[in-house]
């Protein structure tokens, strides 16, 4: 979850990736 919120902290457009990634680890 860090590692996903700093991600969105640095761009934006990576948290749209990020959370598609979360949703492999949920």
């Known amino acids: 979850m860090d590692h996903c919120v700093r991600c969105a902290t640095?761009?934006?457009?990576?948290?749209?990736?990020?959370?598609?990634?979360?949703?492999l680890y949920v």
């Open 10 to 23: 640095i761009c934006r457009r990576c948290a749209e990736e990020c959370r598609r990634m979360a949703a």
